[in-house]
């Protein structure tokens, strides 16, 4: 809820007013005082405080009353810091503060009056509830998310493999959360299904759809990396081609229109060879319009199977006490059969006491709801699951609001904003993102945030939310005042504190409009999967577009509006830098603008994310901001070296982030400033510098976890120095051809915990690489590209890698095999090869064929090869585990560049290039 949120963050505003260095900044002790006694106590209460379970339209008058004394304790705080810090002590006179003080404290003292009447009447004593440390996850929905629709999956599969060679539309119609995307999900995942197709791919439209991100996806999908800047007939030209004489199966993910149609179906070949088409969609009468087959149906589940879900949900395959069966049942009718809904009231269940009173309570709010005469039931089911949630993770479900429908969502970026709203309660031993983690990992337990994707190690790595959770949250948000999501007008008044402006409203981002949001401590700007052309609409390309903010935001805390998808729309770096309240800024610049140096001014940020056309130069103030978290410059940031001399060194101990750095020299001052950096990403570009050992100081970060390192133009010596920290999880180093890989290798192998390495470019001028036993104990994902000379591999047995999981051999082209002892390792997954030589794809073939021979059908290793148009002979070797895709580059960069009147010289020059360096699609590995 807002209210908690509030309270939190005023809290752990009073609590970090002592950090700031120059000047000292602080309360009057007895406001103080009297302000954390009252904020402690109102926190305690709400944790136990539920005022009702019912929906209702209308925020809670206690928990409202709350929340308004709370930003008015933030205003009146955060205004005297920023008049202390921008030496305009004059707006704000002490007597001035201290009567505003004290006014918001007598309202706090009522407010707590009347807090202690409501615990005796009501007799509020439970149990508090904080966040777990329990990494046991609850059984979840999709262990049983086919109850009930098994008929469904024999007719999809009937229907996807069928004898008629013509191209089949096939929807799957159905009421939101009943399980259509699910029945989708299951279908694509299905072996026979991904045996039969020869490609398949997947996009969400939702209602705010666009027609270049969608195609972009797609072929993003079908290992078809294209340019931002191509149009949609391009895009739809490159995909049309793509699948031409293949069977495919595409899969259009919740429609709305038939515009959404009409917009990708033209790029869809009838091959006349079973390729099949799905989508999904609410509406009735579109699905009528695509197709004259009959619509396959979502039903909703009768008691039966409503049961047989939530028990498993709850319980997994242990099975209900018989003492809760009979209510649990009433429970699951009460659900009128909607799985989404089941699948989130046994989240709660789940992570609930299982007494008979809980689930009696429980049984007789739902009755009500189900028994009433509002259209809204099934929006009424799910806040049944939100007002039930404790209240430190309220405001983190909330916030999942104000991203765009069907968004990808970053955990780790998502974590970032989490952290600088301040929210999120401290515990004593943890820090604020290992809080955010688990309480991340409670809403997925709890059916309410869905995992999207895992990472390399096993971990999430990007999640979603259901559209009709994500409406929940806007509703609840507004009604409780946490979040406005702009939609086709300006904000009406200036009282908002935490403002979204999603892609439909991105004309709406001017000076003008944020010249309105004086009380703004968030703005959000969601314009990441919007077409360029708005974009440019947005932000203007010339100077005199530009966009400053205005100091009216003096008192921003959070300012995100830059995505790695946004390439455009620049801000004046001085501008930026006078919001001294800033705790998370990312955003796009311009480079002929400079930091200021009053840079160290923002002496609260955590998170800074700067992106520009080219690398910049980085201020020495920058080594004084100790409340840094995560330092982020995609371009690359050049770091000058800590200030010498000065009286009062300062430890950057919350640093855990540094990306894009180039040319640091990580000597002895620099690592002693940054002892608990677990992400480093470095970049070498110049030589000789200064040092060239540097790197051997790397060891002494004992907290590193992920190192990321390029070196170029002759900067290889750094790397033939470097000492690894065997703290390390994940390695990435992009080296030259000259980089001698048999002298580094022996010092990964031996790194204890590494589960993930990937190497680019190098040599093995022994043309031999030898692993022994007791290297990669750890290692789950190896990834080699462009490792030159590379011929023979040798691998003894199986337990050089015994828990490798993922190889991935990139123009690795002459290798002459692959040890057959890979094959061999229990928990290998999945091998990828992509032009490489033709004998190591034939002893991949073999690899696979002799794991058939023992395992058959219960083999889980998959073989995926890319092979150059010349190589074409090799996709006869393609079978059930060994998908074989051949992909011309020079046809499609040709066809590309042609379409954009590149000359033929340009043309010749970029495919040699993207030959030589293959650097299409493997970036984001590095």
């Given at each position: 809820m807002a209210a908690y949120g509030a309270l939190v963050s005023v809290m752990n505003i009073i609590d970090t007013l002592h950090l700031h260095p120059h000047p000292p900044i602080s309360l009057h002790p007895k406001q103080a005082e009297s302000l954390t006694e009252n904020v402690t106590f109102l926190q305690d209460f709400l944790e136990v405080y539920n005022p009702r379970l019912d929906y209702s339209k209308e925020a809670d008058p206690l928990e409202r009353r709350i929340v308004d004394a709370a930003y008015a304790a933030e205003d009146i705080i955060e205004s005297h810091i920023v008049d202390q810090?921008?030496?305009?002590?004059?707006k704000i006179s002490p007597?001035?503060?201290?009567?505003?003080l004290e006014k918001v404290i007598r309202d706090m003292d009522l407010i707590k009056k009347d807090a202690k009447e409501i615990e005796q009447t009501l007799g509020v004593h439970t149990t508090k509830s904080?966040?777990?440390?329990?990494?046991?996850s609850s059984p979840t929905a999709k262990e049983s998310s086919m109850v009930g629709a098994e008929h469904l999956m024999l007719e999809m599969k009937d229907k996807l493999t069928s004898d008629r060679r013509d191209l089949q539309i096939i929807p799957i119609v159905g009421m939101g959360g009943s399980g259509k995307t699910t029945l989708a999900i299951n279908i694509c995942q299905d072996r026979l299904i991904k045996e039969h197709f020869h490609v398949s791919a997947w996009a969400a439209i939702s209602q705010e759809y666009n027609n270049q991100e969608m195609l972009i996806d797609i072929l993003g999908q079908l290992n078809k990396v294209v340019g931002q800047n191509l149009g949609v007939d391009g895009l739809g030209e490159i995909l049309y081609k793509h699948l031409f004489g293949r069977r495919y199966l595409i899969v259009l993910d919740d429609m709305w229109s038939i515009e959404a149609w009409d917009g990708i179906r033209r790029f869809l070949p009838d091959n006349k060879n079973g390729s099949r088409i799905v989508v999904t969609t609410r509406l009735s009468n579109l699905a009528s319009n695509l197709s004259n087959s009959k619509n396959l149906e979502m039903s909703l589940l009768n008691e039966v199977d409503s049961w047989d879900m939530l028990s498993k949900t709850v319980f997994g395959e242990e099975g209900c006490p018989p003492e809760l069966e009979e209510i649990g049942k009433r429970i699951g009718k009460s659900c009128k059969g909607l799985p989404l809904s089941i699948a989130v009231i046994g989240g709660l269940l789940a992570k609930s006491n299982h007494t008979r009173e809980f689930w009696e309570s429980i049984e007789e709010n739902l009755s009500s709801i189900v028994n009433s005469e509002d259209d809204e039931w099934c929006l009424r089911i799910l806040h049944m699951s939100y007002k039930q949630l404790p209240v430190y993770l309220k405001p983190?479900?909330?916030?999942?609001?104000?991203?765009?429908?069907?968004?990808?969502i970053l955990r780790s970026t998502l974590i970032k904003l989490w952290v600088a709203e301040g929210f999120l309660k401290p515990k004593i031993g943890k820090s604020l993102e290992e809080i955010a983690k688990v309480c991340l990992k409670e809403l997925v337990d709890r059916n309410l945030v869905l995992v999207d994707e895992i990472g390399s190690n096993g971990e999430m790595k990007c999640c979603k939310i259901h559209d009709l959770l994500r409406d929940l949250c806007l509703k609840e948000a507004e009604k409780e005042r946490f979040h406005r999501v702009i939609r086709d007008d300006p904000p009406s008044n200036n009282s908002e504190r935490m403002v979204v402006f999603p892609r439909k409203t991105a004309t709406l981002f001017t000076s003008e409009v944020l010249e309105s949001l004086s009380h703004a401590r968030s703005i959000i700007c969601d314009f990441c999967d919007y077409g360029s052309e708005a974009v440019e609409v947005m932000y203007g390309e010339y100077e005199d577009n530009e966009i400053r903010l205005p100091y009216n935001l003096r008192l921003l805390r959070t300012f995100k509006a830059v995505d790695k998808h946004l390439r455009s729309g620049d801000y004046f770096l001085d501008n930026l830098f006078e919001l001294v309240n800033l705790r998370y800024l990312a955003a796009r610049v311009r480079t002929t603008h400079e930091f200021p140096t009053t840079f160290d001014l923002l002496w609260n940020l955590h998170t800074l994310i700067i992106d520009s056309a080219y690398e910049l130069i980085g201020p020495v103030e920058i080594w004084k901001l100790h409340q840094l978290r995560h330092l982020e410059f995609p371009e690359g940031l050049i770091l000058p070296d800590p200030p010498s001399g000065d009286n009062v060194i300062v430890i950057m101990k919350n640093l855990q982030t540094l990306k894009g750095v180039v040319s640091l020299s990580l000597n002895e001052e620099v690592v002693k400033r940054i002892p608990n950096t677990k992400k480093l990403y470095l970049r070498y570009n110049v030589k000789p510098m200064e040092g060239e050992k540097c790197l051997s100081n790397l060891m002494c970060l004992s907290k590193l976890e992920n190192f990321c390192c390029s070196t170029r133009y002759g900067c290889d010596d750094y790397l033939q120095w470097i000492m690894f920290p065997h703290s390390l999880k994940k390695l990435s180093l992009c080296a030259s051809s000259k980089l001698e890989l048999e002298d580094i290798m022996p010092k990964i192998g031996l790194l204890p915990i590494l589960e993930k390495l990937v190497l680019q470019n190098g040599?093995?001028?022994?043309?031999?690489?030898?692993?022994?036993?007791?290297q990669f104990l750890s290692l789950k994902f190896l990834r080699l590209k462009a490792c030159r000379d590379l011929e023979d591999w040798i691998v003894s047995n199986s337990s050089h890698f015994p828990l490798l999981q993922n190889l991935c051999l990139t123009n690795v082209d002459q290798l002459k095999e692959i040890p057959s002892e890979i094959g061999e390792i229990a928990t290998m997954k999945s091998i990828s090869l992509r032009y490489c030589s033709e004998s190591a794809v034939v002893s991949a073939k073999e690899i696979i064929e002799e794991q058939e021979s023992l395992y058959g059908d219960l083999l889980d290793l998959r073989v995926r090869v890319v092979v150059k148009h010349e190589q074409e002979e090799l996709t006869r070797l393609?079978?059930?585990?060994?998908?074989?895709?051949?992909?011309?580059?020079?046809h499609i960069l040709k066809k590309s560049m042609e379409s954009r009147g590149s000359s033929s010289d340009d043309v010749e020059n970029m495919v040699d290039t993207l030959q030589e360096e293959e650097i299409v699609e493997e970036q984001e590995h590095l």
């Open positions: 810090i921008t030496s305009d002590g004059g007597d001035s503060l201290y009567e505003a904080m966040p777990s440390d329990s990494s046991k983190c479900f909330l916030y999942l609001g104000v991203f765009s429908e069907d968004k990808v040599v093995f001028k022994t043309r031999k690489w030898e692993t022994i036993e007791g393609a079978s059930a585990n060994f998908e074989v895709v051949e992909i011309d580059i020079s």
